[in-house]
């Protein structure tokens, strides 16, 4: 969803993948890390490039074009994950070898990589994606294929798939609960949305526009206006706000368009302290780009912040700065990304084996009581129990996490009356 320009290049150390990364704190579920690996013949009866002392396992996102800033910290977390799982022990006395394959921010690429990953490397699971866009473009080819993708990008729901485990928010857990919180907390009535022009955006807006008007019955929406990818000239959207004075501007802005949409919101005097907006699209990511000076005082819902306080998270903030440096930012698919390599861990442990179809039926279930976000657990739709929370952009670029659901959230991707 969200990306940045490349021209964003203040963070160049985040590209910068360590390979050997020595000890790294030890998160997860513990499993057969130590013990004797069981045989090969009984672990993969699916001719899985899995041998004795190793398993393959694909990483296919962005390393390069729009999506790379944004993709670049997924790349980096699923990494930490496996080097950590690797100093246990691996998996079933395996240790995980990584392809990586670039997507280059082309959809029918990520659609070619994925049948490569699956048909030529046999890999035992993937771990990848960012944009709607690229997931609708590999989803084929991992269901002909019967191939596992970990997909970590929150997202507009209204798929279910036995071959991927979307380990980021679907709309019930981020658009409602964030629309709502807005009506409640901020007496918002009126909303303005605005979006960049792809699936996930228009999609998201569809169901906000529902739960606003009909289902949640909130108020009313008094605009909504799409940009192309990479639009850099919000000055009519601006006029268009100032004449509907709307309570709530509800934003899903992605890429290097988000830089240029908060800097002409605040040179025309549209400032968090004046004006209630809520975005879908701002992570700690995006504020490299946009600036803490521009978004201050405005909200992001999400399930995880950087700043969240929890014993887990604070070791996972450790060592993701350990390992790209200490200015590096971790956000909300950052994190969810970081699941997946754990998720999948748990469930080859449980299932006793890599085979594809023995994982996902022991999928449904599993926990993870280390994640940074607090907890997770894989619900039977494949998507996952999480929290949802409200940030506010401080001037230094971080969020100050001011609200969170009491409890975790149940998954639905195809909520009632939203399709």
């Known amino acids: 969803m969200s990306n940045r320009d490349d021209s964003h290049s203040h963070d160049q150390t985040r590209r910068r993948l360590l390979q050997g990364m020595g000890a790294l704190p030890l998160m997860g579920v513990a499993g057969l890390s130590y013990g004797a690996a ?14 004795d002392t190793e398993v393959v396992v694909g990483q296919l996102h962005s390393a390069t074009g729009t999506m790379a800033i944004s993709e670049t910290g997924s790349i980096q977390a699923e990494q930490l994950a496996i080097d950590q799982i690797n ?23 990520f659609a070619e990589k994925s049948k490569k990953l699956l048909v030529n490397d046999r890999v035992a699971a993937v771990f990848g994606c960012w944009t709607s866009a690229s997931r609708k473009a590999v989803l084929p080819i991992f269901e002909k294929e ?11 729901g209204l798929e ?9 928010q679907e709309a019930t857990q981020q658009i409602i609960w964030g629309l709502d919180w807005g009506a409640k907390e901020k007496k918002a009535k009126t909303f303005f949305l605005v979006g960049s022009d792809y699936i996930w955006p228009r999609t998201s807006m569809k169901i906000a526009r529902k739960h606003i008007e009909s289902v949640g019955k909130l108020g009313k929406v008094v605009g909504e206006e799409y940009y192309p990818l990479g639009n850099t000239n919000f000055n009519s959207l601006i006029n268009k706000i100032k004449v509907a004075k709307p309570d709530c501007i509800f934003a899903a802005v992605v890429g290097g368009s988000n830089v240029a949409f908060y800097k002409q919101l605040k040179a025309a005097g549209i400032t968090g ?19 803490g000076e521009n ?10 912040f950087q700043s969240l306080t929890n014993d887990n998270n604070k070791k996972f903030v450790e060592a993701f700065k350990k390992a790209y440096g200490p200015k590096a930012v971790i956000g909300d698919v ?20 890599f085979d594809v179809d023995k994982v996902v039926a022991a999928s449904p279930g599993i926990e993870l009581k280390t994640a940074p976000e607090g907890y997770v657990k894989i619900h039977e739709n494949h998507h996952l129990w999480s929290k949802a929370r409200i940030g ?3 001037p230094d670029g971080t969020f100050k996490v001011v609200a969170e659901s009491p409890a975790l959230i149940e998954p639905n991707p195809f909520p009632k009356g939203y399709q």
């Not at 069981?38 to 041998?51: E, G, H, M, S, Y």
């Not at 100093?87 to 690429?109: F, Y």
């Not at 754990?342 to 442990?349: D, R, T």
């Open 38 to 51: 069981p045989p090969t013949a009984k672990v993969n009866t699916t001719k899985l490039a899995v041998t």
């Open 87 to 109: 100093a246990m022990g691996g998996i079933l006395g395996r240790k995980i070898k990584v392809i990586k394959e670039d997507g280059a921010s082309d959809w029918p690429t």
């Open 146 to 156: 019967n191939g596992l993708l970990y997909y970590p990008t929150f997202y507009e």
């Open 160 to 168: 279910q798939s036995k071959n991927v485990i979307y380990t980021g």
């Open 273 to 291: 302290a004046k004006q209630f907006l809520l975005t879908l699209s701002v992570t700690e990511d995006e504020m490299l780009g946009v600036g």
């Open 295 to 304: 978004f201050a005082g405005f909200y992001s819902s999400m399930k995880y």
């Open 334 to 353: 950052t994190q969810a990304a970081y699941l997946g390599p754990w998720l999948w861990k748990a469930a080859v442990e449980k299932a006793g084996s």
């Open 392 to 394: 506010q952009g401080q």
